[in-house]
């Protein structure tokens, strides 16, 4: 049975297809963007079908819609290609036939979509909450620097509560910065009802799986990071071992190493943290590790504390901290059992 290998270059208006069969192009086509002119595309192919685009805004709804239509999906990784895309002349018709050529070859890198609607719908809500308190920081950030730059201090509880505000601006007086407060509370009021709603439907999707209630019992793992974790990572049968799982949320170390030293033997290499990772993730089991260091007793901290006591960074020994409790969390998710402090 032939193979063909088809390649699209999505935008928001049209997508050009390619496809590639036996090293040559032997088909391409612009269609609009939607699944029913993509389905009408990929149906009028006769054989076995591969179809790849790469990660997007819109990857998943096409992975979702069209997963089905072709033997095998692939959403690949943008920065993988760029090297290879990018060598001479580039518009959407060369990139689609440029991806159907890699791959055939075997160029190109994954990038995990789920197929469970609900689990993205709890990430999609989780991501929103984490952006609405960025903002609310922002707002909050904004509000103490107007006061600042007229040489006041907002008091305590003005923020939350609105009596004591009310109070503190009639002090304050008619004046311009009053006003501009006002106005921008208004804001901030509105951005901190979005963070209650997000949150609040973050904890009622989350009640569906038993393993984020499992991971609430590990020292410095609460709700939210829990929760994270959980969206982000999706399965824990996607990583073959614990070193990708430490690489993906930020943790894990790669190696560099480069040339040769005065006797010709090969330089010793470097280990440094990966850069471009998931800073959501990462934050997370960060996070959950400087909490569980800076409680009182417990395996992590115990650990830490002897790390730093045989001469250990402090900074190394927080990361080796954070890759020790997310292999407990990765453990506790294969075998859905709860934590256990003995076991580790």
Same mark, same amino acid.
């Not at 069969?21 to 002119?37: E, K, Q």
């Given at each position: 049975?032939?193979?063909?290998?088809?390649?699209?270059?999505?935008?928001?208006?049209?997508?050009?297809?390619?496809?590639?069969?036996?090293?040559?192009?032997?088909?391409?086509?612009?269609?609009?963007?939607?699944?029913?002119?993509?389905?009408?595309?990929?149906?009028?192919?006769?054989?076995?079908?591969?179809?790849?685009?790469?990660?997007?805004?819109?990857?998943?709804?096409?992975?979702?819609?069209?997963?089905?239509?072709?033997?095998?999906?692939?959403?690949?990784?943008?920065?993988?290609?760029?090297?290879?895309?990018?060598?001479?002349?580039?518009?959407?018709?060369?990139?689609?036939?440029?991806?159907?050529?890699? !791959?055939?070859?075997?160029? !190109?890198?994954?990038?995990?979509?789920?197929?469970?609607?609900?689990?993205?719908?709890?990430?999609? @809500?989780?991501?929103?909450?984490?952006?609405?308190?960025?903002?609310?920081?922002?707002?909050?950030?904004?509000?103490?620097?107007?006061?600042?730059?007229?040489?006041?201090?907002?008091?305590?509880?003005?923020?939350?509560?609105?009596? @004591?505000? +009310?109070?503190?601006?009639?002090?304050?007086?008619?004046?311009?910065?009053?006003?501009?407060?006002?106005?921008?509370?208004?804001?901030?009021?509105?951005? +901190?009802?979005?963070?209650?709603?997000?949150?609040?439907?973050?904890?009622?999707?989350?009640?569906?799986?038993?393993?984020?209630?499992?991971?609430?019992?590990?020292?410095? @793992?609460?709700?939210?990071?829990?929760?994270?974790?959980?969206?982000?990572?999706?399965?824990?049968?996607?990583?073959?071992?614990?070193?990708?799982?430490?690489?993906?949320?930020?943790?894990?170390?790669?190696?560099?190493?480069?040339?040769?030293?005065?006797?010709?033997?090969?330089?010793?290499?470097?280990?440094?943290?990966?850069?471009?990772?998931?800073?959501?993730?990462?934050?997370?089991?960060?996070?959950?590790?400087?909490?569980?260091?800076?409680?009182?007793?417990?395996?992590? +901290?115990?650990?830490?504390?002897?790390?730093?006591?045989?001469?250990?960074?402090?900074?190394?020994?927080?990361?080796?901290? +954070?890759?020790?409790?997310?292999?407990?969390?990765?453990?506790?998710?294969?075998?859905?059992?709860?934590?256990?402090?003995?076991?580790?």
């Amino acid at each position: 049975m032939k193979t063909n290998y088809i390649g699209a270059d999505v935008d928001c208006m049209m997508t050009e297809l390619a496809v590639e069969r036996n090293g040559v192009i032997v088909a391409r086509d612009r269609v609009p963007t939607d699944i029913r002119s993509l389905s009408g595309f990929l149906n009028s192919i006769t054989g076995k079908k591969i179809m790849v685009i790469e990660e997007g805004t819109m990857a998943g709804w096409l992975y979702r819609n069209l997963k089905s239509k072709v033997d095998e999906f692939i959403v690949c990784d943008p920065r993988r290609n760029k090297l290879i895309s990018c060598d001479g002349d580039k518009d959407d018709t060369i990139d689609a036939g440029d991806l159907a050529i890699l !791959l055939r070859g075997g160029y !190109l890198r994954k990038v995990y979509h789920t197929d469970d609607e609900d689990r993205l719908a709890l990430k999609e @809500v989780v991501a929103l909450y984490h952006d609405r308190v960025r903002e609310s920081v922002r707002q909050m950030n904004k509000l103490r620097d107007c006061c600042r730059s007229h040489g006041i201090k907002i008091p305590a509880g003005t923020v939350k509560h609105l009596p @004591v505000r +009310a109070q503190w601006l009639k002090q304050i007086g008619p004046s311009v910065l009053a006003r501009q407060l006002s106005i921008r509370w208004i804001g901030f009021d509105a951005v +901190a009802t979005q963070v209650k709603m997000a949150r609040q439907e973050m904890n009622r999707r989350s009640k569906s799986y038993p393993i984020i209630g499992f991971w609430k019992d590990l020292p410095g @793992v609460g709700p939210i990071r829990a929760i994270t974790l959980f969206a982000y990572l999706d399965a824990p049968w996607r990583f073959g071992g614990p070193k990708k799982l430490w690489k993906y949320c930020g943790i894990g170390l790669k190696r560099f190493a480069s040339g040769s030293d005065k006797e010709g033997r090969p330089k010793a290499g470097n280990l440094r943290l990966f850069r471009g990772v998931n800073r959501r993730l990462k934050d997370a089991i960060m996070g959950a590790a400087l909490s569980a260091i800076c409680q009182s007793s417990n395996p992590f +901290a115990d650990n830490y504390r002897r790390m730093v006591r045989n001469g250990v960074t402090p900074s190394n020994a927080r990361h080796t901290v +954070a890759r020790k409790m997310l292999s407990v969390m990765w453990g506790m998710w294969k075998t859905s059992c709860r934590y256990d402090e003995s076991l580790v």
